[in-house]
């Protein structure tokens, strides 16, 4: 298998990019979703999300671009869902990706298949595999490490925060010349974990996540970033 990229979770329903244009901070019970989730925490798996993910970003906005009507807009996205579901095939094929995931479990085949996800075909290809071997479903996941890690957690520190505290954490990763990623966010690679920090475009929140091969490794990340969001908070 290739590099495995998890890129597909797209809703469309209403249209976000107006929720920002109008500086609104409140969520539409509907909105477009990208959501673009990498087969790893390695810098190469990351810097591949950031790409698809801003990728698929600016060609829904250049799409709705001028879009001021709601109704409009459902119309204009569903006009051309074929064309993007294309774009995101041309994406996978360019990049030779024959495997994708969601987090909702989702699984998506390039490899025979044309990238969708289609539970019964996963559900055949798993057995295939497994009739060709004398090994559990068990067997397959005894070297794959142990992670821990927080959900995603969303702290509200208001509109006027978000990018000082993002900035904070992206300079003092600099300082202790951590391996950082700084495409969408701050993400800090420890080696035994990371620790992610973003700020939201729809409201006055951040977004963080932390891991750790150890719960204890995790709670050391997640209280060395939490002590410098909190000190800009509390500034």
Known sequence: MKKIIIILTLIVS?????????????????AIRLRV?????????????????????????????????LKEARTLINANIENLDNDIGNIFKENNYDFAGEFSGHVCFNDEFYGYDDALYAAGRLLRILSNTNMNVSDYFLDVPTYYSTPESYIEVGEENKDKIVNAVLEYAKSKKYEIIDIDGVRIEYG?????????????YITVRFEGKTKEEKDLHKNEIMNIINEVRND
């Open 14 to 30: 209403t249209l976000i990019y107006l929720e920002i244009k109008n500086n609104e901070v409140v969520i539409p019970d509907s």
């Open 37 to 69: 989730i990498p087969n790893s925490n390695t810098s190469v798996d990351q810097n591949i999300k950031n790409k698809v993910k801003k990728y698929l970003e600016e060609n829904t906005y250049t799409l709705l671009e001028g879009v001021s009507d």
């Open 192 to 204: 035994n974990g990371f620790a992610l920090v973003r700020k939201s475009n729809t409201g006055p």
